[in-house]
């Protein structure tokens, strides 16, 4: 019997959704998994590329959208917890193993993530000075869940229904449950690659402010302090660690520019990515 299931919408993922898969599924016991990926309007050979590793069940659909593939991968999927994982996410068998002891305890969490790191070695000055100062934010402190994964177990995933025609599904969900419900694990995390430069990082956070702002008041439980105030408390701790204060200034550009661009009175919100890592795996 599967420990946990996992639903991976991708869309033209190809090669790069297969190393991840290899390296998951390469520390699991045959069957610990019920892995479903949800290749939607691909133009590529995202499904294929999937359904050469073992242990990987594949579903196709015609639209390209991330919710359509989360809907149609909650429709497939048969066990709890319940792990929603995007395709460019690094992550562990042995994190994933972790995820799904801690949702299984019934005085645990309702939802659940490792921590989130990201990798910038790739990225220009610009871009590793913005994650310095990041890292020094509230957002790494908050019982985050989301940007690229979050798990859920059968009672956490009754507080709603489908997924809605949101842009922000992980913050959708995020947003379902209280700091208390929520956890973070220690010890264990998950990567993501850092945009190749400022300009990129820019057009892809603005895609996400745009979808935060978009998210219905209704679909949201939780609250957050307000903006002057966490802004104040990262202020105190970047004035604390005189190492960040070069960093400061590209932190501010990068975040105020996506502020700016994500925006209702700007362009809609196209969905951006750095496609640079995809290409590399094709080389």
Known sequence: MSVLSVVIPAHDEGPLLRRHLERVLRG???????????ANGCT????????????????????????????AGDAAATGFPRVYLDADVEIS??????????????????????????????????????????????????????SGIYAVNESGRARWQAFPEVIADDRFV????????RLSLDGHSFTIAA??????HIRRGARIARGNRELPLQLQRAAHDPAVRRYSRLLRR?????????????????????????????????WSRDDSIRQAERV
């Open 44 to 71: 590529d050979d995202t499904a294929s590329q999937a359904a050469s590793v073992p242990g990987v069940r594949v579903v196709e659909i015609q639209e390209a959208s991330k919710i359509a593939a989360l809907n």
């Open 93 to 146: 068998a042995r994190a994933l193993r972790a995820v799904a002891k801690a949702l299984s305890d019934a005085a645990g969490p309702l939802v659940a993530a490792p921590t989130f790191n990201v990798d910038s070695s790739r990225s220009t000055f610009a871009v590793r000075a913005f994650y310095r100062v990041w890292e020094l934010s509230d957002y790494r402190s908050s019982g985050h869940v989301g």
């Open 195 to 200: 945009s190749a430069d400022m300009a990129t």
């Open 174 to 181: 995020q947003q379902q449950f209280q700091p208390e419900e």
């Open 28 to 38: 699991a016991a045959p069957g610990e998994f019920e892995v479903i990926v949800v």
């Open 238 to 270: 970047v004035a604390a660690s005189p190492g960040r204060w070069i960093d400061l200034p590209f932190y501010v550009y990068g975040y105020g520019m996506t502020t700016l661009r994500g925006r209702p009175a700007s362009a809609p919100a196209a």
